[in-house]
């Protein structure tokens, strides 16, 4: 079966300080990998996704930046974080006309 | 681009009926979905609906879909206190999904 682990869960970090969270998918190849955000008490905002090893559309410019140096491994990375970039992480993979979602990584900016 | 509505808030006693609205733009999305999310929790997809049908019942939740409306609604009968959680619908695009805001339902015992 398929599991999708996204890391660290939780994660507070000081404006200016760099950032990457990881997010791999097993049980299933060639996956589509997306990365979204969700700030608090609002809805969900594609930031990337990307359909094959080093393939990343990005859909909001912004500090982010993903990268997927391999199959199953998405990785969303910042160079210096901004207090707005505080929100719920969530990376996904889709399949069958489903998408399935991680755990999320809490990140909070202070 | 595509726009999907939510309203921002449910509230309903336990064990009535719970019936969470969504309407959006653009019509050519294949399937539309719907999926739960609890305090502190990543999405879980709770169901689907094909485009050319009108109503999918899976044991509690209904679907109903208006194509003519582009009118998208989940009915959660006998609802429960686990059910309290925000509820997205989301609409398919190609490779992505585009959700609406969510709904928060509390269920009040």
């Known amino acids: 079966s398929q599991t999708i682990h996204q890391w660290p869960a939780t994660l507070v970090q000081p404006v200016g300080s760099p950032l990457s969270l990881e997010c791999t998918v097993e049980g299933t190849s060639n996956p589509n990998l997306y990365w979204y955000r969700q700030a608090a008490g609002r809805g969900l905002q594609l930031l990337f996704y990307s359909v094959g090893i080093g393939q990343i559309s990005s859909e909001v410019p912004q500090n982010l930046s993903a990268s997927r140096p391999q199959d199953r491994q998405f990785i969303l990375s910042s160079k210096k974080l901004l207090l707005s970039d505080s929100g719920f992480y969530l990376c996904?993979?889709?399949?069958?006309?489903?998408?399935?979602f991680g755990p999320g990584t809490r990140l909070t900016v202070l | 681009g595509e726009d999907v509505e939510q309203s921002l808030f449910l509230s309903v006693r336990e064990g009535d009926s719970s019936v969470i609205n969504c309407t959006y733009t653009?019509?050519?999305?294949?399937?539309l979905y719907w999926y739960k999310q609890e305090p502190g929790a990543g999405l879980q997809l709770l169901t689907y609906i094909f485009s050319n049908m009108d109503m999918k019942q899976d044991q509690r939740l209904t679907v109903l879909l208006n194509k003519k409306d582009k009118h998208l609604s989940l009915r959660i009968a006998d609802t429960q206190t686990g059910d309290s959680a925000i509820y997205f619908c989301a609409l398919d695009a190609g490779n992505m999904l585009t959700f609406g805001g969510g709904t928060r339902l509390m269920v009040k015992p």
């Open positions: 653009d019509s050519s999305s294949t399937y």
């Open positions: 996904a993979w889709s399949g069958n006309n489903e998408q399935f």
